[in-house]
T-cell receptor, first 114, second 116 residues
Framework: EAGVTQFPSHSVIEKGQTVTLRCDPISGHDNLYWYRRVMGKEIKFLLH????????ESGMPNNRFLAERTGGTYSTLKVQPAELEDSGVYFC????????????FGPGTRLTVT | AQKITQTQPGMFVQEKEAVTLDCTYDTSDPSYGLFWYKQPSSGEMIFLIY??????QNATEGRYSLNFQKARKSANLVISASQLGDSAMYFC?????????????FGTGTRLQVFP
């Protein structure tokens, strides 16, 4: 069984540009989560999808961030326009059931905004 | 609000020795779950161990054990017989479950370095 995959592994963009991160959850996992870790701080929750619906997007920092999950499969997280403080590592996780005690994490996408 | 505190930014341990990584938590929920994840230099987050608040015994998974002290609100990770491959970042986390949310709250992490 393939794990959670994320693309790209690393992205370097200039301030003001747009970047789209992609996450492919484990097949059959309805629940998909986005987290991010900014420069030595704790990993913070961004949002949670159940299939294609946003269950909780309380952690999204502002309206420059847009997450989608078309058809309840892969998800994208777009940052437009990117700011310097958006630099960090963006993690995706998935779980089969809601409130499953284990979330499987992807390797993360390291975003650097210059 | 729920919070996880990891007060050790870095720890060193000699190979084959045991090491304890500290984690304290704050919650008003009677039911909660605590996790430890390992993040090696390759970047992926690896689930290590889980402790439920109502579990009667401390969780163990191979060389990992969780020293759960509910009254103190601590959930320390104990790694026995450290190996060089244990060198990594370790994150303590708590699940926050509400009617409309299910997410992990993380601490800032502890970087463990195992030396020969």
């Amino acid at each position: 069984e393939a794990g959670v995959t994320q693309f790209p592994s690393h992205s370097v963009i200039e301030k003001g540009q747009t970047v789209t991160l992609r996450c492919d959850p484990i097949s059959g996992h309805d629940n998909l989560y986005w987290y991010r870790r900014v420069m030595g701080k704790e990993i913070k929750f961004l949002l949670h999808f159940v299939k294609e619906s946003k269950q909780d997007e309380s952690g999204m920092p502002n309206n420059r961030f847009l997450a989608e999950r078309t058809g309840g499969t892969y998800s994208t997280l777009k940052v437009q326009p990117a700011e310097l403080e958006d630099s960090g590592v963006y993690f995706c996780a998935s779980s089969r059931q809601a409130r499953s005690y284990e979330q499987y994490f992807g390797p993360g996408t390291r975003l650097t905004v210059t | 609000a729920q919070k996880i505190t990891q007060t050790q930014p870095g720890m060193f341990v000699q190979e084959k020795e045991a090491v304890t990584l500290d984690c304290t938590y704050d919650t008003s929920d009677p039911s909660y779950g605590l996790f430890w994840y390992k993040q090696p230099s390759s970047g992926e987050m690896i689930f290590l161990i889980y402790q439920g608040s109502y579990d009667q015994q401390n969780a163990t998974e191979g060389r990992y054990s969780l020293n759960f002290q509910k009254a103190r609100k601590s959930a320390n990770l104990v790694i026995s017989a450290s190996q060089l491959g244990d060198s990594a970042m370790y994150f303590c986390a708590m699940r926050e479950v509400r009617y409309n949310t299910d997410k992990l709250i993380f601490g800032t992490g502890t970087r463990l370095q195992v030396f020969p």
